[in-house]
């Protein structure tokens, strides 16, 4: 209780400031080859406080967390299907308490998945089933978006509508992709706005894949009066990862959470 009243207190005075991690989608070229490990010392040595795991379970958990350790950083997020969410349950949650890491998330829908209006809602429903015990078990949640939420549309209401108006807000968060938004015609700082006390966590970038460079100030500047917690960097770069250049990304958007 102490903890939050002084927690509150800063965010009121506006001491805190985001923290700032990155996915570790943004060194695929080293996980390609074997190189996790690089990859978790390359992150630390940007700076980050944190690091987000995707396609994680061909690597044991402990095998994880040890080089996790061995590089400063903690797991915030992990990035996961929703068939073990599903299936296996039990499973993900032994993996993500092995880790250390607070936050599951949902972060993509295969084809099969999704297409109709029904698909789109037997999701929202098993991610809602999958939330609440999460929650029991002491995790949080949250569906990460892509283009196709927008882009799949039935009588008017978009695949994240569906997901938004038919899952509980207080088991379901959002960690929201903003290089997505511009595609589709929304305002960053607007839809975050709609999103309000559902949005966990903000995916950011400072260049796209066709390297035009991206700004993401709106966003973030949205996301802090909401007391978003962590702004995660996500920029693919190119084989071999130049760790000036990540470390460049990371200082934009530490300054961007920053007000500089």
Same mark, same amino acid.
């Given at each position: 209780?102490?903890?939050?009243?002084?927690?509150?207190?800063?965010?009121?005075?506006?001491?805190?400031?985001?923290?700032?991690?990155?996915?570790?989608?943004?060194?695929?070229?080293?996980?390609?080859?074997?190189?996790?490990?690089?990859?978790?010392?390359?992150?630390?040595?940007?700076?980050?406080?944190?690091?987000?795991?995707?396609?994680?379970?061909?690597?044991?958990?402990?095998?994880?967390?040890?080089?996790?350790?061995?590089?400063?950083?903690?797991?915030?997020?992990?990035?996961?299907?929703?068939?073990?969410?599903?299936?296996?349950?039990?499973?993900?949650?032994?993996?993500?308490?092995?880790?250390?890491?607070?936050?599951?998330?949902?972060?993509?829908?295969?084809?099969?998945?999704?297409?109709?209006?029904?698909?789109?809602?037997?999701?929202?429903?098993?991610?809602?089933?999958?939330?609440?015990?999460?929650?029991?078990?002491?995790?949080?949640?949250?569906?990460?978006?892509?283009?196709?939420?927008?882009?799949?549309?039935?009588?008017?209401?978009?695949?994240?509508?569906?997901?938004?108006?038919?899952?509980?807000?207080?088991?379901?968060?959002?960690?929201?992709?903003?290089?997505?938004?511009?595609?589709?015609?929304?305002?960053?700082?607007?839809?975050?706005?709609?999103?309000?006390?559902?949005?966990? %966590?903000?995916? !950011?970038? @400072?260049?796209?894949? *066709?390297? $035009?460079?991206?700004?993401? &100030?709106?966003? =973030?500047?949205?996301?802090?009066?909401?007391?978003?917690?962590?702004?995660? %960097?996500?920029? !693919?770069? @190119?084989?071999?990862? *130049?760790? $000036?250049?990540?470390?460049? &990304?990371?200082? =934009?958007?530490?300054?961007?959470?920053?007000?500089?």
């Amino acid at each position: 209780m102490v903890f939050n009243y002084y927690t509150n207190y800063y965010k009121w005075k506006g001491i805190f400031n985001m923290k700032v991690g990155v996915q570790f989608y943004s060194f695929k070229p080293e996980i390609d080859s074997g190189g996790f490990d690089k990859a978790l010392n390359m992150a630390a040595r940007c700076g980050v406080e944190g690091v987000e795991l995707f396609s994680l379970y061909d690597i044991p958990a402990i095998t994880y967390r040890k080089a996790l350790n061995e590089a400063g950083v903690v797991c915030y997020g992990t990035h996961n299907h929703l068939s073990p969410l599903i299936n296996d349950l039990d499973g993900v949650m032994a993996y993500n308490y092995t880790l250390g890491n607070p936050m599951v998330i949902c972060h993509y829908l295969t084809a099969e998945e999704r297409g109709t209006r029904d698909k789109w809602l037997f999701a929202a429903e098993s991610i809602n089933k999958a939330a609440a015990i999460l929650k029991r078990n002491g995790f949080d949640f949250s569906y990460h978006n892509h283009d196709f939420e927008f882009g799949e549309v039935f009588d008017g209401e978009c695949g994240m509508d569906i997901i938004l108006g038919n899952t509980d807000p207080h088991l379901v968060g959002i960690e929201l992709h903003i290089g997505q938004l511009p595609r589709f015609g929304l305002d960053m700082a607007e839809y975050i706005k709609k999103l309000g006390r559902r949005l966990k %966590v903000l995916h !950011v970038h @400072t260049f796209q894949r *066709d390297g $035009e460079s991206f700004d993401s &100030s709106p966003a =973030i500047t949205a996301a802090k009066a909401l007391d978003v917690e962590w702004a995660i %960097v996500e920029n !693919v770069f @190119t084989a071999p990862t *130049d760790i $000036e250049a990540v470390k460049k &990304s990371i200082g =934009i958007i530490r300054d961007l959470t920053r007000g500089l």
